[in-house]
């Protein structure tokens, strides 16, 4: 038993088969030594950002896209302030960004990810080939800020290559309450079983403060298998619909889903060799990309002074029951 990864959960290390012992004998005895233990036990599960589809081709951004953050709740010039999510932070726990999304990077110009705070992304710097989750991140906290434009966004890079483990998301939920997030945005999950869901995930949900918001992509398995972390009870779970508002087939979807809006969306994306231009957009698919339209309409809600504790349902007050789907909602309108 070696160290907590979280403040009530500690990994369990197995030492290396001996003997020609197949792996899976030595993890079926180890989990059935945990469990007569009277202790509970979890694998320590793989999480995938959840990147459904993508149509990778340079598309027409939307406007407006200029702005500057505003100083105080309301801002003349701009615009914007009170109702777009100013005072607010979102943490992406996720692939991390471009590492040429700001205007200091001599990259996008167009004020869509200005003033992110971001751990970079590595895979975007050799796109050729490009790897399936490669400007992941990125479209998610574009699509925050394409909500809620006067966000703070602070991303967090948890994901390898698009895996990432139990305990490093649990460790950057914790990381991201500390540092202030108001909402923690969750575009990744993997199915499993209740009685194996993700402990240290858990436990990190269960000591974060009340007013932080947990919203979580249900995935893109298109069954009632739940997925985690969005299947807890304390996580808004988002599901996806189609263009014309119908549930996505390809969707997570069951009794624990909250809230569904689209999934596919025209995003920011990363430049390569066929998504080029100084500020290259794409159009991504997936309970990914429906999970930030739904963080960022929280925030929306929180910068109107809805408190924290109401604002889910403040949010799905304005939406259509569907089983298994919660709550269909329109929030961006492409």
Known sequence: IDDLVTPRVRRLRLPAPAGGTPPED?????LAAVAAAGLRVSFNHGSVCNDGRMSVKQFTPPKPVAYRLPPRDTDAATGFGV??????TVAVLDTGTDWELSDQHDGRTDGWLAGVVEDREPESRNPNPLHWSTGHGTSVAGIIRMVAPATHVHVYRVAVLGVVSEVAVAQAILRAARDGA?????????PALPEHAPLAIEDALAHLPARVLVVASAGNHGTFAKAYPAAFDRVVAVGATDLHDRPAPWSGKGDHVTVSTRGLVVAPYVQQPVVQGRNPFAA???????????????A???????????????????????PDFGVILRVLDQ
């Not at 108001?182 to 993997?190: A, F, Q, V």
């Not at 991504?284 to 929280?298: K, M, R, Y």
């Not at 349902?313 to 029951?321: E, F, S, V």
């Open 284 to 298: 991504v698919g997936g309970t990914s990309f429906s999970c930030p339209q739904i963080s960022a309409a929280l």
């Open 182 to 190: 108001d909402i923690i945005n969750l575009s990744l999950g993997t």
């Open 300 to 322: 929306v809600l929180l910068s109107n002074g809805i408190a924290p504790s109401q604002a889910v349902d403040a949010l799905i007050a304005n939406g259509r029951p569907e």
């Open 26 to 30: 030595l993890l079926r005895d180890a």
């Open 83 to 88: 109702g777009r999510g100013f005072g607010v």
